[in-house]
């Protein structure tokens, strides 16, 4: 295990290196000039050059990533152009909000799609199955904005049930994250349904059966342990992908996470802002995956990592 982890560490390292490299150049290649963004229309040339020599802008392109890099393994991920603040500081503060509303749409995700795709394998190609798939690809294919609105108009505004926005309390939570539980979980509705429908064809499941165990405690048992194993691997990516935001949802339900925090800066081309949420989100992927493969092993002994 030792071994495995120390291989892990340092495939992270080669992974979070090459990200950075190819977000740093990515963001110079954009044809947008950060400085005159800065600077405003009216700025005078010499104002401009000066802003450019003080962001150290003016230097080649290699000497840019190095001194990058070299504050990176300090801790440092720079300091935002346009909010004057450190990066680190303004990802620590949207960072309790987003992991907040991470945890709570993994876990509608998983109450509404594990139960849909185990109830669906068990009910295959009847009406019931047909149904439930049918609703997952809809639920899947609906734009979250349209779900987050509809949730708001029927559970805020006429049952008044839920804040309309905001963050602060678990109640503002439910919303938002319900909205990404929806539209994710069909997800995770077929994959549990085709993982379910594999494993009821094992031997050992003809063998419970055929020793008259109940139809209930075969799937959930017996099937489920089994069954699960790639819904692990999907949540492990979940993690990196809800630890770089999501932006829509954000916007709809005014919370304040790192997802409004990057889009604000690609809109004012605040570089450091964006290689800074970019390797957060790396980070929050690497782990994900990491906290997968470790759970995979403790759920089925059989699975050793080398």
Excluded: C
Aim: aromatic share 8%; charged share 15%.
């Amino acid at each position: 295990m030792l071994r495995f982890l120390a291989g892990r560490l340092a495939q992270a390292v080669l992974i979070l290196l090459g990200i950075s490299i190819i977000t740093f150049g990515l963001t110079f290649l954009i044809p947008a000039d950060p400085v005159r963004m800065i600077a405003g229309r009216s700025a005078s040339p010499e104002t401009v050059e000066s802003i450019r020599q003080q962001l150290g802008l003016d230097q080649p392109l290699p000497v840019q990533y190095a001194r990058y890099l070299g504050n990176l393994v300090q801790g440092d991920l720079g300091r935002s152009y346009v909010q004057k603040a450190e990066v680190t500081e303004l990802i620590a503060s949207r960072l309790p909000a987003t992991l907040q509303l991470m945890l709570a749409a993994i876990l509608f995700e998983l109450l509404i799609g594990l139960p849909a795709g185990f109830f669906s394998a068990t009910r295959r190609n009847r009406p019931s199955d047909k149904i439930v798939m049918l609703v997952s690809f809809a639920g899947v294919s609906a734009p979250q904005f349209v779900v987050g609105l509809l949730l708001i108009y029927l559970f805020a505004h006429k049952l008044g049930l839920f804040p309309l926005g905001g963050y602060g309390t678990l109640w503002h939570v439910v919303l938002p994250a319900l909205t990404l539980g929806i539209t994710i979980a069909g997800w995770y509705s077929r994959m549990s349904r085709s993982s379910m429908i594999e494993v009821l064809r094992q031997d050992y499941i003809r063998t419970a059966r055929a020793k008259g165990m109940s139809e209930w405690r075969v799937v959930l048992v017996h099937g489920a342990r089994n069954a699960i194993l790639p819904i692990v691997a999907m949540i492990g990516i979940d993690i990196g992908l809800y630890m770089q935001g999501v932006v829509v949802v954000e916007a709809v339900f005014g919370w304040p996470g790192i997802g409004q925090l990057a889009w604000q800066a690609i809109q004012r081309l605040d570089i450091p802002i964006i290689m800074g949420v970019t390797l957060v989100a790396a980070t929050g992927i690497v782990i994900g995956n990491l906290l997968a493969d470790l759970a995979t092993s403790l759920i089925d002994p059989r699975v050793r990592h080398r």
